[in-house]
């Protein structure tokens, strides 16, 4: 059994930073493509930040210079720091990971459960 556990969501003014912290557990053999995706009311799912298989980074053009996203292989956890957040920022933030499972040897898809983000004054 592998999940996905967010954590560090929650309620931040405007121009406010938050962390948000994803770690995998379980029989992990390894972890390819980690991410972030936000939904926000009435919206489809969006990427917000991803590493690819190859370590290198994509942003959606609307958090670049903004978001960072960092990794702790050590740890399977990914993390997303969101700085000068703004009010269209709010959304649900949901992590995801592609995991090859120990004694598996597939690789499947997993997401975190959802933290909330709301940006308000």
């Known amino acids: 059994q592998v999940q996905l556990v967010e954590s560090g969501g929650g309620l931040v003014q405007p121009g406010g930073s938050l962390r948000l912290s994803c770690a995998a557990s379980?029989?992990?053999?390894?972890?390819?493509?980690m991410g972030w995706y936000r939904q926000a009311p009435g919206k489809e799912r969006e990427l917000v930040a991803r590493?690819?298989?190859?370590?290198?980074?994509n942003y959606a053009d609307s958090v670049k210079g903004r978001f960072t996203i960092s990794r702790d292989n050590a740890k399977n956890t990914q993390y997303l720091q969101m700085n000068s957040l703004k009010p269209e920022d709010t959304a649900v933030y949901y992590c995801?990971?592609?995991?090859?499972?120990?004694?598996?040897?597939?690789?499947?898809?997993?997401w975190g459960q959802g933290t909330q983000v709301t940006v308000s004054s």
């Open positions: 995801k990971a592609d995991i090859t499972i120990a004694a598996v040897g597939r690789e499947f898809r997993y």
């Open positions: 379980g029989r992990i053999f390894s972890i390819s493509d």
């Open positions: 590493f690819s298989n190859g370590g290198a980074t």
